[in-house]
DNA sequence: TTGTATGCGTTATCAT
DNA sequence: ATGATAACGCATACAA
């Protein structure tokens, strides 16, 4: 059932059928109450619903942006999601969200962003496999690239978090405390920017990083006991350095299973800064943004919508070390 | 860049261009190489890329699915967006997601199912306010609803997976077991289905509920809280029947920090069969289905997309008692 | 105030 | 084997 459908019904053409549902720019006010009541009638009559494609084409513009992402999904994008939605409804805007589970589908799984049928999109962490990057960019609307290290360039605006920066701070500041030794510990399939910048401040400590205590893996169940292992060994660490809220609360766990005194002997920190890290039992220290706050990034990706020769823009989202009860 | 331009370029009519990138109905091979040649390099050229808008609206089939769901997310739904995206990939399917956070914006944020965008969608537990469930069926094109209550309809099919009946089976187990006291804990912000299973199981043991041993908190840390007040206080209850995998590992983890054997003075039974529940430790009874198995539903999800007229069907993903060392 | 007619970029049909 | 052309459904400039 097409607008034809409806203006045949209520006796008047397309144009007004069209008119009464989304008003005209060279008009102020709708047509008159009779003929609107009656293009209504027929509308619901027939169930009548827009054509997306045929008003996209029309329009060149779909009026959805979408987010990207890498599962497994975190309280952080979830808090991204929940803002882009807020935000994009206020300019009458639809959310969707496309998940990437495998490099061998991401070209397929982000066709909706590379063959532009969103207004616009948020590539986050990970999403998006390196070598797809530019073919995506190439055909997608307004972009934001959520990246620490791939560089500016005119087509799109790139956010960073100085990942590596705030880890290198973050254990920068556990030697300071006096602490000995640092381990390392990760939910990660390999060592990331994460660890570099562990290893950053382990090296500018004068130290080696020493590979008996940095866990980096992607199972938690197998991580979990290399840790126990690490901490009841001889050589126990006096802090460790999470990759994640997540392994950082089960770091925690495990310490006060095998009672050790939190943070006198061990200290613990995580990364993320998510609400977990605040109501944990003790308060977790944890690298990330203090508080979840996107709307500038979210205000600059519209900006880009209405205007899309901008040039390409460095925004960032500082990450940080957050105080709390476990350093 | 449209085909228009590419056809100029390489000299040849738009009809030869769509021809040699996506193949004719009334035809086996394509072009000769000489100008499929001319074509291509034209398209990379020019960075061609196909407009989806005016394909879809061609075609009437934008070749893309959308699963619908209500934040949070858990392991149960990242194993359906995996699948659906994994299965769909075969069929030259992409999937998108589309969060529904509020229930004042779900009709917008459901827009792109309901305006039919999408060939097919999974609508997931909550992720469709009743009042809007009507609305978004009329518009949208094939149709995987995920409900226990719902009535079927000629226009979709409807999953059930009996959660008030298997969580009444868990706690019917646990006074069959001999437990006395068993207590109802859930991360939820009010009493749903899996509270009534439960409250049904209770009232088939000839009891009452009681009000005293029932958390139902959306907060987790306030019902952990309580949960605490508990199993501390003079009517400990010999088991828990908890509304989720979460839930019951955040009650195993209190309960065993409180030095409570288990299961000998309390059971624990969650509710997701999720990956956490093999894994945990000791390896947790969880009601769900025995493995995440989402390929009959996805089967006909596309079927129905294939043949629209095929009527309402009832599917079922039976829950069942995954007994585990928790019980 | 309402209607007519054009074009958005593709694909399918029919003609060459 | 290739091309011309007519839709697909909608929104708008322009005419009435």
Redesign the pocket.
Known sequence: ???????RRA??????????????????????P???ERVKRAVDDLG????????T????RSELVAIAYRPPVGPWLEELVKQTEDFGARRGYSLITVPVFRDDYADRSLQVISRGYVDGAILTFGSVPEAELDEVARGAGALMILDDERPTAPGYDIVRVGERRALAEATRFLFEQGRRRVAYYAYDDKPGLRYAGYADAVAEAGRDVDPSSVIVDGDPARATAALAELLAGDRRPDAIMCGSDRSALAALHLARELGLRIPAELAIIGVGNTGVAELSDPPLTSVGIPKLDFSPILRRLFERIDDPGLAGEELTLDWRLNLRLTT
Not at 1 to 7: F, Q
Not at 11 to 32: C, E, F, H, Q
Not at 57 to 60: A, G, P, Q, S
Request: hydrophobic fraction near 35%; glycine fraction near 10%.
């Open positions: 059932v097409t607008l034809r459908d409806v203006a006796g008047v053409s397309i144009a007004t059928v069209s008119y009464v549902l989304n008003g005209r720019k060279d008009r102020l006010r709708g047509p008159g009779e003929v609107t009548y619903r827009v054509n997306t494609s045929a008003r084409l029309r329009r060149l």
